[in-house]
């Protein structure tokens, strides 16, 4: 039996609810997906300088070409991760935009290893691509990816993703490119080719890592 | 349409602003928008309810996530959409509803729950076998006795019984939380 003097359940939960609310400021979905990443990009950086510190050269590294493409490669994926997150933590979101940057910073990074390569003699190949560290270095980053990637879950878990893959992926590209960004600080390796390869790599297995999470940790 | 989201907008951008008392208006009209968007996708009536107040919690708790530059309709809708879809996969059922309105028809008439309610029944019985299907049929929807459909099938009355009883129970793990009224 309905007693009619009860209020509706429903009724009373928007009471309850308007009862609570607070002013929302415009911009707290991006403040609070740069919040989740810089703590966890702040975790894996005193890591790194903590293991290793910072690379001997770098004063004379930072006057080269190389240095500069190697992050601005890393740094537009971070770009694109981040941006593709703001998009899609929202229910209706999209990130068609960013998945392109991040396509197109890769493509521009091929071409500049195939002509790297192309204007070397073939028995440098081989370093070119493997490096002193090609075993060690796509691990690393991976590593350093872990506490970014649990920063920007936590964030976007707050969110309303509704393409959790997706939303995942996002998280993930973001976390291996900031990781990635973090990583340079410490290596030294400059070559066109090793970049793209083993960089490219890390942050290709962070962002499949976040989209197989996607679903299973961001429902809501 | 076109008034609904100029409505619900402006009392959405006051909401994020703090107004509480746009805010209650705004939730009481969400609120039966939700009702009329799941009441014309579902029949029961207390999933009905629990979608409706999930997902006013889901507006409310994620709020920020509203962009005043953008439709509010097209967000709550999304908002909606999600819930819908996450209630249909925990509780297993298969999406045979449509997800999405015309924007336009987001506000039209409901079907009539009899023709809702016959298309839920063909779809929950192709889970059983066709005997199992053709037994329900005969004795929970057309409602004749045990013995009328034992003598027509040429099964025996027990054979019958059996038969459905293992039928319902079979849906009713399939379909049901615990919801089974022999």
Redesign the interface.
């Known amino acids: 039996m309905i007693d009619p003097m009860s209020p509706n359940?429903?009724d009373s939960?928007?009471?309850r609810?308007?009862?609570?609310?607070?002013?929302?400021?415009?911009s707290?979905?991006s403040r609070?997906i740069c919040l989740g990443l810089m703590a966890g990009a702040c975790v894996s950086a005193l890591a790194v300088l903590w293991l290793w510190g910072v690379r001997p050269d770098m004063p004379a590294a930072l006057s080269t070409g190389a240095l500069w493409l190697k992050e601005s490669f890393v740094v537009a994926l971070a770009g694109a991760g981040i941006f593709a997150m703001i998009g899609l933590?929202?229910?209706?979101g999209t990130a068609g935009g960013p998945a392109w940057i991040a396509i197109g910073a890769a493509c521009v990074m091929a071409l500049l290893a195939v002509l790297e390569l192309a204007g070397a003699p073939p028995a440098v190949w081989k370093t070119l691509m493997m490096g002193k560290t090609w075993a060690t270095c796509p691990w690393l980053i991976l590593a350093l990816a872990v506490p970014v990637l649990i920063g920007s879950i936590c964030a976007m878990r707050?969110?309303?993703p509704?393409r959790l893959r997706l939303a995942g992926a996002a998280c993930g590209l973001a976390s291996g490119a900031l990781s990635a960004l973090v990583y340079s600080v410490a290596c030294d390796e400059s070559a066109v080719a090793f970049v793209f390869i083993w960089y490219g790599g890390a942050i290709v297995l962070a962002t499949l890592a976040g989209a197989w999470l996607g679903p299973r940790v961001l429902?809501? | 349409m076109q008034q609904v989201e100029e409505r619900l907008k402006t009392l959405m951008v006051q909401?994020?602003?703090?107004d509480?008392r746009a805010?209650?208006s705004l939730?009481?009209d969400v609120?039966r928008q939700l009702r009329g968007y799941y009441g014309r996708r579902l029949r029961e009536r207390a999933a009905i309810?629990d979608l409706?107040?999930e997902t006013?919690?889901?507006v409310?708790s994620?709020?920020?996530?509203?962009?005043?530059g953008?439709p509010f309709t097209?967000?709550l809708?999304?908002?909606a959409?999600?819930k819908l879809i996450?209630y249909l996969r925990s509780n297993k059922l298969r999406e045979t509803v449509t997800l999405d309105d015309a924007p336009e028809a987001q506000l039209a008439s409901p079907v009539t729950e009899s023709e809702l309610a016959h298309q839920d029944l063909d779809t929950v019985l192709e889970e059983v076998s066709p005997l199992q299907k053709s037994l329900i049929k005969a004795v929970k929807v057309e409602g004749r006795s045990i013995a009328e459909v034992a003598s027509s099938s040429g099964l025996s009355q027990s054979a019958v019984k059996v038969t459905v009883h293992r039928a319902l129970k079979k849906l009713s793990q399939r379909f049901g939380r615990g919801q089974t009224h022999d």
């Open positions: 359940p429903t939960l928007i009471e609810l308007a009862s609570e609310l607070k002013p929302t400021a415009r707290a979905v609070f933590a929202r229910p209706d707050s969110m309303a509704t429902r809501w | 909401s994020l602003a703090g509480e805010y209650r939730l009481d609120a309810d409706v107040q006013l919690i889901a409310h994620r709020r920020a996530t509203y962009d005043s953008r097209a967000w809708h999304a908002i959409r999600y996450d």
